[in-house]
């Protein structure tokens, strides 16, 4: 699914426009950004949790060549799904 898909489904899911849809979905998704990027966690219970974690900077091989790369440290997006969200999947 893509996002044109999601918003589609939201709208037709809460009886509302796409525009009204998709409007709510870049909300959602600039709420969730700003807060990952404070570093904050973000939780909803049933489906799942947003967080962030620091990957630590390592030395790497370039399969190509042999030869040692160092890769940096950086954060990045972690997502848990919920238990809710875990068994509806299963």
Request: positive net charge; aromatic residues 4%; charged residues 30%.
């Amino acid at each position: 699914m893509n996002k044109s898909e999601l918003v589609t489904a939201i709208a037709e899911s809460a009886d509302i426009t796409k525009a009204t849809a998709e409007k709510a979905l870049q909300g959602f998704l600039e709420a969730v950004t700003g807060s990952l990027k404070k570093g904050d966690s973000v939780t909803m219970v049933g489906f799942g949790t947003f967080s962030t974690t620091k990957r630590a900077a390592r030395t790497g091989r370039n399969p190509q060549t042999g030869k040692d790369i160092k890769i940096p440290a950086k954060t990045v997006v972690k997502f848990k799904a919920g238990k809710k969200l875990a068994d509806e999947v299963k």
